[in-house]
């Protein structure tokens, strides 16, 4: 017999419906960066001859500079239009700290341009006196604030490796953002951890090492570290690889509760259910907007891992949506 529960999917998008709205931010203003206590330069740019050109990561913490910052860009002017200078290659990030306690993250163009990018929008910052002026300077009126030669810029000792940490995590926010409410379908706390995890740039054998041979029973966070870092872009299904918050259900409950499934079949011998394994999954369904566990019990002792029973879970609710066994009997 197979086991399928399906609650009311209309119930199910208004319980998303009324959070997502309600975390919806106000778009960004340039006014917002008025007072910038701290910024940090990440740039990936070898380019002979380039003023900008090189691999660093700066923080600025000079108050003076800190205020020349701001001037500029939040003074900055709306383009109408997009922008050529380089932005879809990563080569530049500006992290900016406010002292509301707000954090922004922001693209300067990478070669002369004095525009920077956010939010899929373009700016224009060149000071309102050369605007519109044959005569005018070029964005080094932004790189050179990040002087290193000045005592509280702080160089950091491994450029390459913290740029390349932070294009991580920005590339796998955009696989997981909601085309949709355009909020991060991850929150930033676990963005956070994933950002500091020990393994983060782990080649796919280190991985191994550490949690066995078969990916499909590593921990959800390696999967979703190795998954994004092998993503193109969002998978076609519109489902893409998640984590649960923190207060909601996580995988050991999740598993318990597949496991109480599994072990009521009674098409599977009790030998045979002793040695399956779990291959446990998070994911997103923007389609559906809804997050669910899915938790596959293999036979370690099949060379193709075959799946004997699987078990399908709604994160809010808690409840099982589907319970299949062997034949589709669950």
């Known amino acids: 017999m197979r086991c399928l529960r399906l ?3 209309f119930i199910l998008c208004l319980m998303l419906l009324v959070p997502a709205m309600a975390g919806q931010q106000a778009p960004f203003e340039p006014a917002q960066l ?6 940090t330069l990440y740039m990936n740019m070898q380019v002979q001859g380039l003023p900008n050109s090189g691999t660093y990561v700066r923080i600025l913490t000079n108050p003076d500079k800190l205020s020349a910052l701001a001037a500029l860009l939040s003074e900055a002017e709306l383009m109408d239009h997009g922008s050529g200078c380089g932005f879809e290659m990563d080569l530049a990030f500006l992290l900016l700290h406010t002292k509301d306690g707000r954090q922004f993250r922001l693209l300067p163009a990478p070669d002369s341009c004095t525009v920077y990018k956010i939010d899929g929008r373009y ?4 000071p309102k006196a050369y605007r519109n002026k044959p005569e005018h300077p070029d964005n080094r ?3 050179d604030l990040f002087d290193p030669a000045d005592p509280q810029v702080t ?4 450029a390459k490796a913290e740029f390349e940490r932070l294009l991580l995590v920005v590339k796998a926010q955009r696989h997981a953002i909601s085309p949709i409410w355009g909020d991060p ?7 956070d951890a ?3 995890s020990p393994h983060l740039h782990k080649t796919e054998e280190e991985l191994k090492q550490a949690f066995g041979e078969h990916p499909a029973f590593w921990p959800i966070e390696i999967k979703l570290l190795y998954s994004l870092r092998t993503m193109k872009a969002p998978p076609p299904n519109n489902t893409v690889p998640s984590l649960p918050y923190f207060r909601d259900m996580q995988a050991e409950e999740a598993l318990a509760l597949a496991q109480k499934e599994m072990e009521a079949c009674e098409a599977i011998t009790p030998q045979v259910k002793a040695r399956l394994l ?3 999954s998070f994911t997103y369904n923007e389609l559906e907007m809804a997050e669910s566990w899915h938790i596959l019990f293999r036979d370690p002792a099949d060379p193709e891992l075959a799946v004997l029973y699987s078990v399908v879970i709604d994160q809010k609710t808690r409840q099982v949506l589907e319970s299949i066994g062997p034949g589709g009997n669950g």
Do not use: G, K
Not at 155 to 158: F, G, L, P, R, V
Not at 185 to 191: E, K, S
């Open 7 to 9: 609650p009311c999917l």
């Open 34 to 39: 008025a007072e910038i206590r701290q910024a």
């Open 123 to 126: 700016f224009n910052f060149m």
């Open 141 to 143: 009126i932004l790189y």
């Open 155 to 158: 160089e950091s000792s491994d």
């Open 185 to 191: 379908i991850i929150n930033t706390a676990v963005w």
């Open 194 to 196: 994933l950002a500091a």
């Open 278 to 280: 779990p291959n446990i």
